[in-house]
């Protein structure tokens, strides 16, 4: 019967268009959300360094500034909060261009052995001061050169040493390999021997805000961006970031690189 089959027709049309009407609204309502929890993220994440500034300068209105110690010592503090904020800040506004994709990669040659040691010499200090020790696996006595945006390779590495030294334990050692993967990629290893994160933790690690533990990450000072950001950097290259982690051993992040054109024809 034709009418009936047309009827048919018309009606999965019909319920085609409602299932991807709902579709639409429900990824606008997703939407939403994500939109809320993220605002709601970030006033949480700068109320506390906000508060720290606030209660400090009261408290030298209130008097504390006559005494010449206190004033010194309260103005260095709410100054640290102040360093923190904008810490965050300039993490917001690079995750903020990462995610809308305004972010444009200035590819060059460079040699990552170089890079990496620059930012082990960066990182010595707070190093130091967690008893965490800075290695490569051997001793690169060559230069290894990569193409890829020198500054925000970079950030990567420095966000994940900057982990390894606040989640390791004291006496611990970070070690950075690179190493050929194929042809024409090389892939960088961070390795540490602290916490270690739990199973069930990984799958989630690379979302903004995420966070294992939430008071040590806010007492180490993290923004909770950092993998976020190291995530988009690699793969706005391209490229490709692993984590292994065991509770109590420690964690593996790594990431591949495409190896610059002289590179491959010196040595493949
Ligand atoms: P933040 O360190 O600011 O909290 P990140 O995005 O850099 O934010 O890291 C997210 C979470 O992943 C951290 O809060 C921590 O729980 C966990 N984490 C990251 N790196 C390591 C590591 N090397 N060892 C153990 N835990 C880690």
New binding site residues.
């Given amino acids: 019967d034709p009418i009936t089959t047309d009827m048919r027709t018309l009606t999965a049309e019909i319920e085609k268009f409602a299932k991807d009407k709902k579709i639409e609204i429900d990824t606008l309502k997703i939407r939403e959300e994500y939109r809320k929890d993220f605002l709601g993220n970030v006033s949480h994440e700068l109320k506390t360094p906000l508060f720290t500034v606030q209660g400090y300068l009261e408290t030298l209105l209130d008097g504390a500034i006559e005494d010449k110690n206190v004033r010194r010592k309260y103005i260095s503090r709410a100054n640290k909060a102040v360093d923190r904020l904008i810490y965050i800040v300039k993490d917001l506004d690079l995750i903020t261009k990462l995610e809308v994709g305004d972010l444009r990669l200035d590819k060059q040659d460079f040699d990552i052995i170089e890079l990496i040691q620059n930012v082990f010499d960066l990182l010595e200090m707070k190093a130091a001061k967690n008893k965490i020790v800075l290695t490569f696996d051997i001793l690169y006595d060559k230069p290894i050169m990569v193409h890829a945006d020198r500054e925000k390779i970079q950030q990567v590495l420095t966000?994940?040493l900057?982990?390894?030294i606040?989640?390791?334990n004291e006496n611990g050692t970070t070690e950075v390999s690179v190493e050929n993967l194929v042809k024409n990629k090389v892939i960088v290893r961070v390795t540490?021997n602290?916490?270690?994160?739990p199973k069930e933790?990984i799958p989630r690690?690379?979302e903004?805000f995420?966070?294992?533990?939430q008071n040590?990450?806010?007492k180490?000072?993290?923004?909770?961006?950092?993998?976020?950001?190291?995530k988009h950097v690699i793969e706005a290259h391209g490229e490709k970031i692993y984590v292994e982690?065991v509770l109590d051993v420690?964690?593996e992040?790594s990431f591949t690189l495409e190896k610059s054109k002289m590179q491959i024809q010196d040595k493949g």
């Avoid at 995420?210 to 533990?213: A, E, F, G, I």
């Fill in positions: 966000n994940l900057v982990n390894s606040k989640y390791g540490d602290g916490d270690g994160i933790h690690l690379f903004r995420y966070r294992v533990d040590r990450s806010r180490e000072g993290g923004s909770g961006l950092g993998l976020a950001i190291v982690s420690g964690s992040f």
